[in-house]
C-alpha cells in the first residue's frame, strides 16, 4: 500500500516505534515502516526510453519506459520521435501501437524536466511539429493501448492516435490544473473534441480522471477490454484500420461532439464563474478556458499555439513553482530515514480501538470505519456513548449527502462499530487510539490501563496536539509501542498528520492583535483571502473553546517565554459561548451552522484589552492587510524553524505538507517554509526582530531563523550535519 503524510511527532523512544501511514488513495491506516521503492536507485539511461518491437503482422509495438510511471522525460520524447521516424519509414510497418511498459501507459509529462526543457526550443516543435503533424496526420495510424495511467502528457499522447483501447481500470485525466499549469500536449483541444465541452471542462477544471468504462462511455476510449487482450486488440484496431474496417479519426479535426458557438460561448462563461468561484486568486485555469475558446472559435491549430505560449508562460509561475514542489513534497513524507529505507513490511491493521468518543473520537471512528476496519469506541457511560455513536451515524450521513459514499454503504460501514463501556474487548485490537481531553493525568492513566488490557504488541496512539509524549508515557512501560497520531478536525475529512505546534501559535497572534485594536472579522478575512480555508477565530469556534484552552495551557506550561496570554477566549467561555458546538463563539451560528458576525463580541473584546493592559505598549502601527499577514504567519514559520533545529521535524518540505494538509495552507503558496523562502530568511528575521522589541517573546527569532539570515541560507537548505531526531 503507497502511502502518504506519515511522521511521528516528539520524544521517540527507540527506532521501532510504528509509524501511522495513512493511505490517500484507500483513506485508511497502515502502521509500521515504510514502503522500499527500489525504483529510486539510479537506473541506467536506457530505462529511460522507449522500445519498439515490429510484430510479423506488421504492427509496430512502442512502449515507453521509464519507471516507475512512465513519465515523459526528454529522453523519452526524444527515443519516442526516433521510433516514430523508423516505424513511418519502415515498409514492412503499416501501422503503430503506443503503449507503456509493466501495465502503466504515462503519467504525464516528467514533473523534474520543466526547468530543464531546451531555452531556444521553437514554440509547438513537440505539439504541433512532432504530434500533429507527423503522428497524427502520419500515413500510418495508431493506436494507444491503455492500462494503469494515462494523465497529463500521457493521456495527450494517447488522444494523438487514431483510436484507444484500454483496460476498465485504467485512469484517464487531465490533471495538469492541480500543478498551476494547462495541458501542453493539445490536450485543450483533443478533449473537447472526444468527450463534448462540458464533460471536458470537468475533467479539466476539477482535475478528475475517468475510469476505462466511464472513458468509454463518453468517447474517449474506443473499446475497453481486459490487460490481456490489449495488446492483442490494440494492433488487430489499427490493422482495421489501415483496411478500412474502422474510421481513421484524427482527434483535432472532429467537430461531431463540439456544441454551436452561442452554446459555446455560455458553457465558457459559466465555466468562468464556477473556476473563480472556486479559486479567486487562481488565473490559470481562466487561461485554460481561453485556449478552448480559441480553439472553437479560431480553429484547433490556433487552439494548439496559443496552449503552447499560454502553457510556457505558467510554467515559469511562481504558483506552478509552488504545487510541483508539494507534488514532490507529499511523496517525500513517506521517506523516513531508517525506516523506509529498510524494506521492512507494514503491519496489517484489521482492529482499532478508540477511547473516547467525543468530536475527534468519533471523527477518527468514521474515518477509520469508512475504510473498512473493525472499530471499537469506548466511553465512560451510556450516555456519552450514545452520543459518540450518534456522532458517527451524522458524519456518515453527511459523506452519503455529499455524494462520497452510497445508501447501502451506510448500513454497512455502520455494523464495522461497536460501542463498548470497558476493556474487555481491546484484547483483539492491533491498535489503541486515545482521544480524549488534553489533561496529562488522565491520558497517563489511560496509557496504564490500555498496557494491562492489550496484547503485547499492540499499538498505542495518543491524539495530541500539544502535549509531551514523554509526559504521557511516564506510567507505562511500553514507551516504544506509544505514538503521537494528531488528527486535525473534522478527522473523517482531514487526512492523518504530524502535529504541529504552528496551529496555534497563529491564534495567540490572533488574539494579539485583537487585543491591540483590530478586528476579529478583520483578521479572519485577510487571513482568508490569503488562502486558508478559515481564519483563526472561526477555526477556534470549529475546535471549540475547550479545546483551545486546554492547549494554551500546555503551551504556557510548556514555553512560557513565547506565549500571549490573551484572556479573551476565556472571558467568552464564563458565559458558555464554546464555539460551533454551543452556536455561540467568535460567530454565531444558525440551524445550518452558518456563520455570522455578533456584534456582541465587541464587549468582550473590550474586557479583554482592559486585562492585557496595552495601553502600556507602544501603539501597533497602521497595519494592512499584507503586514497582518505577515504579523500572524511569520511566528508561524519561526516555531517551523524550531522544529527542523530541535530535529522534531524530519524536513522543511514536510512542514509543507503538514501547513497544507493540516491547517489548510494554500497548496498554490508551496506550504509555509516554501511561502517563508519566496521572502528569505534575512526579511523574516528582520520583521520578527523588530516586533519582538516591543512586543516579546513571542517574535523573538529563534536561533535557526537567525543564522540562515546571517548566511543568507534557504530555510529549506539543509544544514551540514543536520539530523533529525526522528
Ligand atoms: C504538457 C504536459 C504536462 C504534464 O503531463 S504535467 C504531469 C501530469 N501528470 C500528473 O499530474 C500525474 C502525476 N502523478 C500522479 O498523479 C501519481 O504519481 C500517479 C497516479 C501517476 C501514480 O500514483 P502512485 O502509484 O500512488 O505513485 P506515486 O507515489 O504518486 O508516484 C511514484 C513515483 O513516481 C513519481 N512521479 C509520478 N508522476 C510523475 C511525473 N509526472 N513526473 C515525475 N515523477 C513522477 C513520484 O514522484 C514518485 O516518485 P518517488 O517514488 O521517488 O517518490
Given at each position: 500500500?503507497?502511502?502518504?503524510?506519515?511522521?511521528?511527532?516528539?520524544?521517540?523512544?527507540?527506532?521501532?516505534?510504528?509509524?501511522?501511514?495513512?493511505?490517500?488513495?484507500?483513506?485508511?491506516?497502515?502502521?509500521?515502516?515504510?514502503?522500499?521503492?527500489?525504483?529510486?536507485?539510479?537506473?541506467?539511461?536506457?530505462?529511460?526510453?522507449?522500445?519498439?518491437?515490429?510484430?510479423?503482422?506488421?504492427?509496430?509495438?512502442?512502449?515507453?519506459?521509464?519507471?516507475?510511471?512512465?513519465?515523459?522525460?526528454?529522453?523519452?520524447?526524444?527515443?519516442?520521435?526516433?521510433?516514430?521516424?523508423?516505424?513511418?519509414?519502415?515498409?514492412?510497418?503499416?501501422?503503430?501501437?503506443?503503449?507503456?511498459?509493466?501495465?502503466?501507459?504515462?503519467?504525464?509529462?516528467?514533473?523534474?524536466?520543466?526547468?530543464?526543457?531546451?531555452?531556444?526550443?521553437?514554440?509547438?516543435?513537440?505539439?504541433?511539429?512532432?504530434?500533429?503533424?507527423?503522428?497524427?496526420?502520419?500515413?500510418?495510424?495508431?493506436?494507444?493501448?491503455?492500462?494503469?495511467?494515462?494523465?497529463?502528457?500521457?493521456?495527450?499522447?494517447?488522444?494523438?492516435?487514431?483510436?484507444?483501447?484500454?483496460?476498465?481500470?485504467?485512469?484517464?485525466?487531465?490533471?495538469?490544473?492541480?500543478?498551476?499549469?494547462?495541458?501542453?500536449?493539445?490536450?485543450?483541444?483533443?478533449?473537447?473534441?472526444?468527450?463534448?465541452?462540458?464533460?471536458?471542462?470537468?475533467?479539466?477544471?476539477?482535475?478528475?480522471?475517468?475510469?476505462?468504462?466511464?472513458?468509454?462511455?463518453?468517447?474517449?476510449?474506443?473499446?475497453?477490454?481486459?490487460?490481456?487482450?490489449?495488446?492483442?486488440?490494440?494492433?488487430?484496431?489499427?490493422?482495421?484500420?489501415?483496411?478500412?474496417?474502422?474510421?481513421?479519426?484524427?482527434?483535432?479535426?472532429?467537430?461531431?461532439?463540439?456544441?454551436?458557438?452561442?452554446?459555446?460561448?455560455?458553457?465558457?462563461?459559466?465555466?468562468?464563474?464556477?473556476?473563480?468561484?472556486?479559486?479567486?486568486?487562481?488565473?490559470?485555469?481562466?487561461?485554460?478556458?481561453?485556449?478552448?475558446?480559441?480553439?472553437?472559435?479560431?480553429?484547433?491549430?490556433?487552439?494548439?499555439?496559443?496552449?503552447?505560449?499560454?502553457?510556457?508562460?505558467?510554467?515559469?509561475?511562481?504558483?506552478?513553482?509552488?504545487?510541483?514542489?508539494?507534488?514532490?513534497a507529499q511523496r517525500a513524507t513517506s521517506k523516513i530515514p531508517n525506516i523506509s529505507n529498510l524494506?521492512?513490511?507494514?503491519?496489517?491493521?484489521?482492529?482499532?480501538?478508540?477511547?473516547?468518543?467525543?468530536?475527534?473520537?468519533?471523527?477518527?471512528?468514521?474515518?477509520?470505519?469508512?475504510?473498512?476496519?473493525?472499530?471499537?469506541?469506548?466511553?465512560?457511560?451510556?450516555?456519552?456513548?450514545?452520543?459518540?455513536?450518534?456522532?458517527?451515524?451524522?458524519?456518515?450521513?453527511?459523506?452519503?449527502?455529499?455524494?462520497?459514499?452510497?445508501?447501502?454503504?451506510?448500513?454497512?460501514?455502520?455494523?464495522?462499530?461497536?460501542?463498548?463501556?470497558?476493556?474487555?474487548?481491546?484484547?483483539?485490537?492491533?491498535?489503541?487510539?486515545?482521544?480524549?481531553?488534553?489533561?496529562?493525568?488522565?491520558?497517563?492513566?489511560?496509557?496504564?490501563?490500555?498496557?494491562?488490557?492489550?496484547?503485547?504488541?499492540?499499538?498505542?496512539?495518543?491524539?495530541?496536539?500539544?502535549?509531551?509524549?514523554?509526559?504521557?508515557?511516564?506510567?507505562?512501560?511500553?514507551?516504544?509501542?506509544?505514538?503521537?497520531?494528531?488528527?486535525?478536525?473534522?478527522?473523517?475529512?482531514?487526512?492523518?498528520?504530524?502535529?504541529?505546534?504552528?496551529?496555534?501559535?497563529?491564534?495567540?497572534?490572533?488574539?494579539?492583535?485583537?487585543?491591540?485594536?483590530?478586528?476579529?472579522?478583520?483578521?479572519?478575512?485577510?487571513?482568508?483571502?490569503?488562502?486558508?480555508?478559515?481564519?483563526?477565530?472561526?477555526?477556534?469556534?470549529?475546535?471549540?473553546?475547550?479545546?483551545?484552552?486546554?492547549?494554551?495551557?500546555?503551551?504556557?506550561?510548556?514555553?512560557?517565554?513565547?506565549?500571549?496570554?490573551?484572556?479573551?477566549?476565556?472571558?467568552?467561555?464564563?458565559?458558555?459561548?464554546?464555539?460551533?458546538?454551543?452556536?455561540?463563539?467568535?460567530?454565531?451560528?444558525?440551524?445550518?451552522?452558518?456563520?455570522?458576525?455578533?456584534?456582541?463580541?465587541?464587549?468582550?473584546?473590550?474586557?479583554?484589552?482592559?486585562?492585557?493592559?496595552?495601553?502600556?505598549?507602544?501603539?501597533?502601527?497602521?497595519?494592512?492587510?499584507?503586514?497582518?499577514?505577515?504579523?500572524?504567519?511569520?511566528?508561524?514559520?519561526?516555531?517551523?524553524?524550531?522544529?527542523?533545529?530541535?530535529?522534531?521535524?524530519?524536513?522543511?518540505?514536510?512542514?509543507?505538507?503538514?501547513?497544507?494538509?493540516?491547517?489548510?495552507?494554500?497548496?498554490?503558496?508551496?506550504?509555509?517554509?516554501?511561502?517563508?523562502?519566496?521572502?528569505?530568511?534575512?526579511?523574516?528575521?528582520?520583521?520578527?526582530?523588530?516586533?519582538?522589541?516591543?512586543?516579546?517573546?513571542?517574535?523573538?527569532?529563534?536561533?535557526?531563523?537567525?543564522?540562515?539570515?546571517?548566511?543568507?541560507?534557504?530555510?529549506?537548505?539543509?544544514?551540514?550535519?543536520?539530523?533529525?531526531?526522528?
Amino acid at each position: 500500500m503507497k502511502c502518504t503524510c506519515t511522521t511521528v511527532r516528539e520524544e521517540r523512544t527507540s527506532a521501532t516505534i510504528c509509524h501511522l501511514y495513512y493511505s490517500e488513495r484507500s483513506r485508511a491506516i497502515v502502521v509500521g515502516a515504510g514502503v522500499l521503492r527500489p525504483h529510486c536507485l539510479l537506473r541506467p539511461a536506457s530505462d529511460m526510453a522507449t522500445t519498439m518491437e515490429v510484430r510479423r503482422d506488421g504492427v509496430a509495438v512502442i512502449t515507453v519506459s521509464n519507471p516507475p510511471v512512465n513519465a515523459l522525460s526528454l529522453d523519452v520524447i526524444a527515443s519516442l520521435q526516433r521510433d516514430y521516424g523508423e516505424a513511418l519509414r519502415r515498409s514492412d510497418v503499416k501501422a503503430i501501437v503506443l503503449t507503456g511498459a509493466k501495465g502503466r501507459f504515462s503519467g504525464g509529462f516528467d514533473l523534474n524536466a520543466f526547468d530543464k526543457k531546451p531555452k531556444n526550443e521553437k514554440p509547438g516543435s513537440l505539439s504541433i511539429g512532432f504530434l500533429t503533424d507527423i503522428v497524427e496526420d502520419a500515413p500510418k495510424p495508431s493506436v494507444a493501448a491503455i492500462d494503469g495511467v494515462a494523465l497529463g502528457g500521457g493521456l495527450e499522447l494517447a488522444m494523438v492516435c487514431h483510436a484507444r483501447v484500454s483496460t476498465s481500470s485504467a485512469q484517464l485525466g487531465l490533471p495538469e490544473l492541480q500543478l498551476g499549469i494547462i495541458p501542453g500536449l493539445g490536450g485543450t483541444q483533443r478533449l473537447p473534441r472526444l468527450v463534448g465541452l462540458p464533460k471536458a471542462l470537468e475533467m479539466l477544471l476539477m482535475s478528475k480522471p475517468l475510469k476505462g468504462v466511464e472513458a468509454h462511455k463518453f468517447g474517449l476510449v474506443d473499446a475497453v477490454v481486459s490487460a490481456d487482450e490489449l495488446i492483442s486488440t490494440a494492433c488487430s484496431w489499427a490493422l482495421e484500420i489501415v483496411e478500412d474496417k474502422c474510421p481513421w479519426f484524427r482527434s483535432l479535426h472532429r467537430t461531431d461532439r463540439l456544441p454551436a458557438l452561442e452554446e459555446t460561448k455560455k458553457i465558457l462563461n459559466f465555466a468562468r464563474l464556477q473556476a473563480q468561484k472556486q479559486s479567486a486568486s487562481l488565473q490559470h485555469p481562466l487561461v485554460c478556458i481561453d485556449v478552448i475558446e480559441e480553439g472553437i472559435i479560431s480553429g484547433p491549430r490556433a487552439g494548439l499555439m496559443k496552449e503552447t505560449l499560454c502553457g510556457k508562460m505558467l510554467e515559469m509561475s511562481q504558483i506552478s513553482k509552488s504545487l510541483r514542489h508539494v507534488f514532490f513534497a507529499q511523496r517525500a513524507t513517506s521517506k523516513i530515514p531508517n525506516i523506509s529505507n529498510l524494506g521492512l513490511t507494514p503491519r496489517r491493521i484489521n482492529k482499532v480501538a478508540i477511547v473516547g468518543g467525543g468530536l475527534m473520537g468519533s471523527g477518527i471512528a468514521t474515518a477509520l470505519i469508512s475504510n473498512n476496519l473493525l472499530v471499537i469506541l469506548k466511553e465512560v457511560n451510556e450516555q456519552f456513548l450514545d452520543a459518540g455513536i450518534s456522532r458517527v451515524k451524522a458524519n456518515l450521513r453527511s459523506l452519503v449527502k455529499r455524494g462520497q459514499m452510497t445508501k447501502e454503504d451506510y448500513e454497512k460501514k455502520l455494523s464495522l462499530l461497536s460501542g463498548v463501556l470497558d476493556y474487555e474487548q481491546f484484547r483483539e485490537a492491533d491498535v489503541v487510539i486515545e482521544a480524549v481531553i488534553e489533561d496529562v493525568s488522565l491520558k497517563q492513566k489511560i496509557f496504564a490501563d490500555l498496557e494491562k488490557y492489550c496484547h503485547s504488541d499492540c499499538i498505542f496512539a495518543t491524539n495530541t496536539s500539544t502535549i509531551d509524549l514523554q509526559l504521557i508515557c511516564q506510567k507505562t512501560s511500553c514507551k516504544d509501542r506509544i505514538a503521537g497520531a494528531h488528527f486535525f478536525s473534522p478527522a473523517h475529512v482531514m487526512p492523518l498528520l504530524e502535529i504541529i505546534r504552528t496551529h496555534w501559535t497563529s491564534s495567540q497572534v490572533a488574539c494579539f492583535l485583537v487585543d491591540y485594536g483590530l478586528d476579529v472579522y478583520h483578521i479572519d478575512h485577510v487571513i482568508t483571502k490569503f488562502g486558508m480555508p478559515m481564519g483563526p477565530f472561526r477555526l477556534a469556534d470549529l475546535v471549540g473553546f475547550g479545546v483551545a484552552v486546554a492547549s494554551r495551557k500546555q503551551y504556557l506550561q510548556s514555553y512560557p517565554e513565547r506565549c500571549y496570554k490573551s484572556m479573551l477566549i476565556e472571558i467568552m467561555l464564563e458565559e458558555n459561548r464554546t464555539g460551533e458546538s454551543s452556536r455561540k463563539g467568535f460567530y454565531l451560528y444558525d440551524d445550518k451552522r452558518k456563520a455570522s458576525p455578533d456584534p456582541e463580541i465587541k464587549k468582550y473584546v473590550e474586557k479583554s484589552r482592559s486585562m492585557a493592559s496595552t495601553a502600556q505598549y507602544p501603539k501597533l502601527p497602521k497595519l494592512t492587510d499584507n503586514d497582518i499577514v505577515e504579523i500572524m504567519l511569520f511566528p508561524v514559520v519561526n516555531e517551523a524553524c524550531r522544529l527542523l533545529d530541535e530535529g522534531v521535524a524530519l524536513k522543511a518540505s514536510d512542514l509543507d505538507v503538514a501547513s497544507i494538509m493540516g491547517r489548510g495552507f494554500p497548496s498554490y503558496r508551496g506550504g509555509v517554509m516554501f511561502w517563508a523562502d519566496s521572502f528569505g530568511a534575512k526579511y523574516i528575521y528582520d520583521r520578527l526582530k523588530a516586533w519582538s522589541k516591543y512586543h516579546g517573546g513571542i517574535f523573538e527569532p529563534c536561533e535557526y531563523l537567525s543564522t540562515r539570515s546571517r548566511q543568507g541560507l534557504s530555510l529549506a537548505a539543509m544544514a551540514d550535519g543536520a539530523m533529525s531526531r526522528l
